[in-house]
């Protein structure tokens, strides 16, 4: 199971880098929402991978799992949640005021190659 | 009685909150409200100065090092009375020239920011630092786009993106920071990192890079510093000189770690991060101070006199030692208020009369303060900077005097092209001037009271480097 979650973080990771680095908004959208999805699930992980277990206190709990990761990933969501929706405002805002979703710096970077 | 150590978070949140709940469309309460916790603020800072430091607090009383701890040091107690400072200034230029009145919600958004900013410098444990950059910088999300415009918009997204993909290489830094040591409180952390075995050094020393990193987003430095001209001079000049002390965020935050939680002194860093930001902070002075020779208008040299600044406390605090820390904390002063007078200056700049006499000999003044020319304090700053690190003078000192004279070039090129070609006699209004007479008035107070300013600087940086202290004030809350 360990190999599959890093492999399903860094798969994530890779595509919101990939596609952070585009130079249009929508694609740097997404390309954020999956890396946080990525550092939510690597969160997770840094408490260790306990599948099953109670995090809270158990008289028949036969083991636990870290509390703390899952109350830091509650809060990294919300976080991010609503971050990704002020970029979203700020970028319709954009586009509506230049026809343009483009992120480059000046208009000369307004063609995308797509 | 001692204020608790969480007022200065709740003072100006529960201001932004009676301004939004019931202050919507009263701009003039909306205006009270905000210099009243500005001035609540500076009255904070001084309790907390006069009283017996570093102290602790657990909130909610939850015991450390489960719990949240706030911790004010004298680093702490010095950049909260920074903020406040600076706010109170900034506060009185919007009150002159009405940039309050280009858009909704200047006032909440400005004290949410200082919310912000006082909760991480308070903050004794690291994921709570992440959530107060957070809080501070979707406050200056709302104000880098305040009063609108496609470019101050456009600019405002490159801004948010570079932060977002900051954000998440925070979290991932302290995620690994978590499976390593299995906790997050920076007094526990010292320890903890102090003693890791041998096998865990490679995992802690990426997860003390990626931090880095972040601080350094934070602080604009090399190479991480694109963002910062285009946001710094697309954000209304006002709110730019606010955002001079956010590097300076930045640069506490690496501070902290690297004498709190990543010491020299633990076996498992060594010289890992004087090693990165010396050289990262002496290519940020050459980048910050070309940028100055070459920027197009006052805004922009305005944004690079900030990556400057930045550069220079670093080259002091990469040291680590207590008279470099305290160097560079009298810098680190200095240089925010003088960034902010320049920003101001611009604003004054680009309305009516700004181009007239008084302005020009503001400017001469503010610019020497920038430039680190005697007689103002910035000159004696950099003279410490450069004594503290007689180590390294063969690299340092020439790379420092060249960029001060490469800025200064600048900034006589700038003043004489604004102030000469198409100058208008007819002078501002007096008022406008207020507030960069008083950053003006606060540096020279450095200046003047430069032996005290020092002790000052010398005992917090004193302590940082021995943070005994410190570690008893958590240690207690067990």
Known sequence: MEGLVAAVIGLLTAAGVWLTLRPRSFDVILGLSFMSYAVNVFLFSSGRLAPGLPPIIDPAAAGYSDPLPQALVLTAIVISFGMTAVLVIMAVGTFLRTGSDSTGSDSTDDQDPS | MIPHLVSPVVLPAVAAALMMLLARENLFAQRVLSLASAAGLIGLALSFATHALPRAEA???????????????????????????????????????????????????????????????????????????????????????????????????????????????????????????????????????????????????????????????????????????????????????????????????????????????????????????????????????????????????????????????????????????????????HSTLAVAALFLLADLVARKGGRSGPVAVLFFAVAIAVAAMPPLSGFLGKLLILQARWDQAALIWPVVLATSLIGLLGLARLGSELFWKGANPEPPQTTTLTAPVLLLAVLLGMTVFAAPVYDLTTQIANALHDPAAYLTAVEALK
Not at chain 2, 260 to 270: H, Q, R, S
Not at chain 2, 324 to 330: E, K, P, T
């Open chain 2, 59 to 333: 909130l909610g009383n939850w015991p450390a090092p489960f719990g949240i701890v706030l911790v004010a040091d004298g680093l702490s107690v010095m950049m909260l009375a920074l903020v406040a400072v600076l706010a109170g200034i900034v506060l009185l230029h919007v009150l002159s020239n009405g940039v309050d009145k280009l858009g909704d919600s200047f006032h909440p958004l400005f004290q949410f920011l200082l919310m912000g900013l006082n909760g991480a410098f308070l903050t004794g444990d690291a994921f709570t630092l992440f959530v107060f950059f957070e809080v501070l910088l979707i406050a200056s999300y709302g104000l880098v786009v305040h009063g609108g415009g496609a470019e101050r918009l456009g600019a405002g997204v490159r801004y948010v993106v570079t932060n977002l993909v900051g954000s998440t290489l925070f979290l991932f830094g302290l995620g690994v920071v978590y499976a390593t040591t299995g906790t997050l409180n920076l007094a526990d952390l010292s320890t903890k990192v102090a003693t890791l075995p041998a096998g865990d050094f490679a995992l802690i020393r990426v997860a003390a890079v990626m931090l880095l990193m972040v601080f350094a987003v934070k602080a604009a430095l090399v190479p991480f510093q694109v963002w910062l001209p285009g946001t710094y001079a697309a954000a209304p000049a006002t709110v730019a000189a606010m955002f001079a002390v956010m590097t300076k965020v930045g640069a506490y935050a690496a501070l902290r770690f690297g004498t709190l939680v990543f010491p020299e002194g633990a076996p498992a860093m060594g010289t890992l991060y004087a090693d990165l930001l010396l050289p990262a902070g002496l290519v940020t002075l050459i980048v910050g101070s070309v940028g100055m020779l070459g920027a197009s208008g006052i805004n922009r040299m305005a944004a690079y006199a900030a990556i400057t600044s930045t550069g220079t406390v670093f080259v002091a605090l990469s040291a680590f030692t207590p008279e470099a820390i305290s160097a560079g904390l009298y810098y680190l002063v």
